[in-house]
């Protein structure tokens, strides 16, 4: 099976903006969730889709929100776009089936917001 | 709540050396357990996980991991270092609630030595 694709891998926006990123999950795997990475703060979970259902949401402000469409795919939009908005956004997909919570992860999208 | 602890952001080794990465995780529940890397510009890749059944697990590229529940901790070894595993290495639990939600620890840099 394919991975897990994430589209564009590099973003470059400038302040005020707003951005919108994309991802494919696994064949099959209805679960997507979407998790920030910085070198400050490290990996942070900012909030998981389930059968187009927003199910759990990190601690991230409002600017940050997210969908996801009938064919699993998911989509995360950022308004507003900060510089501390620049991290690589990471996706990952997990087939709730196999009951063990294992997550598989895309590429990531590089976001520099300047 | 859940949190995972990585003693040492870096951790230097000589190739054909032991490797040893340390992991100790708090959990309310009893947990799954993961072991991801990461290369340079590149996504989370799953090495190893604990779901319950043998507390010894072994993972891709000649990695292994313990569950030990009394000491909390599920540090990763590998018996001889490679040049190729320099990477950043993370250590990440969930709460086992059917729903995937990953918290990781903030990371180790294994640097591997000629």
């Known amino acids: 099976k394919a991975g897990v694709t994430q589209t564009p891998r590099y973003l470059i926006k400038t302040r005020g903006q707003q951005v919108t990123l994309s991802c494919s999950p696994i064949s099959g795997h209805r679960s997507v969730s979407w998790y920030q990475q910085t070198p400050g703060q490290g990996l942070q979970f900012l909030f998981e889709y389930f059968s187009e259902t927003q199910r759990n949401k990190g601690n991230f402000p409002g600017r940050f929100s997210g969908r996801q469409f009938s064919n699993s795919r998911s989509e995360m939009n950022v308004s507003t776009l900060e510089l501390g908005d620049s991290a690589l956004y990471l996706c990952?997909?997990?087939?709730?089936?196999?009951?063990?919570?294992?997550?598989?992860f895309g590429p990531g999208t590089r976001l520099t917001v300047l | 709540a859940q949190s995972v602890t990585q003693l040492g952001s870096h951790v230097s080794v000589s190739e054909g050396a032991l490797v040893l990465l340390r992991c100790n995780y708090s959990s309310s529940v009893p947990p799954y357990l993961f072991w991801y890397v990461q290369y340079p510009n590149q996504g989370l890749q799953l090495l190893l996980k604990y779901t319950s059944a043998a507390t010894l697990v072994k993972g891709i590229n000649g990695f292994e991991a313990e569950f030990k529940k009394s000491e909390t901790s599920f540090h990763l070894t590998k018996p001889s270092a490679h040049m190729s595993d320099a990477a950043e290495y993370f250590c990440?639990?969930?709460?086992?609630?059917?729903?995937?939600?990953?918290?990781f620890g903030k990371g180790t840099m294994l640097l591997v030595s000629p």
């Open positions: 990440a639990v969930t709460q086992r609630k059917g729903y995937s939600t990953l918290t």
């Open positions: 990952a997909s997990a087939d709730l089936a196999e009951n063990t919570d294992t997550q598989y």
